[in-house]
């Protein structure tokens, strides 16, 4: 299960955060969002995406890459989140 954090106002969606330490995304401009992401293998699905572009690399401190999308928005952002958080579960069997 995702966990979503929100911080700052909700009222202001520049200043709202979604996601987990693994993956996470916020609005940086009308229309433009930013994920975030700490684990390669995110890194790697998002970076085939034909609207995403590497706009932050790091290392130090730990594996990190940031991607930006025009025309998304928050919501898109956080069912992005949740399908990729989700392919990492195991199969639940009931």
Do not use: C
């Not at 200043?15 to 390669?40: E, F, H, K």
């Amino acid at each position: 299960m995702t966990t979503t954090v929100q911080r700052g106002d909700p009222a202001n969606q520049d200043a709202v955060t979604i996601g987990d330490a693994a993956l996470s995304a916020w609005r940086v401009a009308p229309g433009v969002v930013w994920v975030q992401t700490r684990l390669p293998k995110h890194a790697q699905r998002l970076s085939k995406r034909s609207d995403s572009r590497l706009v932050v690399t790091g290392v130090a401190g730990g594996y990190l890459r940031t991607f930006e999308f025009r025309d998304k928005t928050l919501g898109w952002a956080q069912r992005l989140i949740e399908r990729y958080t989700k392919s990492d579960e195991p199969d639940q069997l009931d």
